[in-house]
């Protein structure tokens, strides 16, 4: 389903341009525009949901499916030593965007937050 208002969606469609770091016929990984940390991206599924709870299970099984491989991708093309994985639901849960995604941001000591 593809939503008309929805920046992901057109970023899915390929009407807006991103950096695209993977791409198969149900999920998309792009730079986030405004990273949290060097690496940051977020994986979509193509198909429009605003909500995990709204969302097709077979589609985010498959999204889910790739998270090994990206965050591979991640460790290995930044030498981070750990991530976070996080998806936001709502606004109360701080979601901006409302079509599914899951960000990958790269952590390391230096960032001070854990620590
Ligand atoms: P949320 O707060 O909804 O979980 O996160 C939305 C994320 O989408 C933010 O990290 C924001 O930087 C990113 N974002 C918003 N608009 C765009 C865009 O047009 N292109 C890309 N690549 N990322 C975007
Ligand atoms: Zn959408």
């Known amino acids: 389903m593809y939503e008309p208002d929805c920046i992901f969606c057109k970023i899915a469609a390929g009407e807006i341009p991103c950096g695209k770091i993977y791409e198969?016929?149900?999920i998309l990984a792009f730079m986030d525009i405004n990273p949290i940390s060097d690496g940051h991206i977020l994986v979509i599924p193509?198909?429009?949901s605003a909500r995990v709870h709204e969302s097709n299970p077979d589609?985010?099984?498959k999204l889910a499916a790739k998270l090994p491989l990206l965050a591979?991708?991640?460790i290995k093309g930044l030498g981070c030593s750990g991530y976070n994985i996080l998806c936001n639901n709502g606004a109360?849960?701080?979601q901006e965007v409302d079509h599914v995604h899951f960000h990958i941001i790269p952590r390391?000591?230096?960032d001070g937050v854990f620590t």
């Open 24 to 26: 198969d016929d149900d």
């Open 59 to 61: 589609v985010l099984a």
């Open 108 to 110: 390391n000591p230096a």
């Open 92 to 94: 109360a849960a701080g």
């Open 72 to 74: 591979s991708a991640v």
């Open 46 to 48: 193509k198909t429009h």
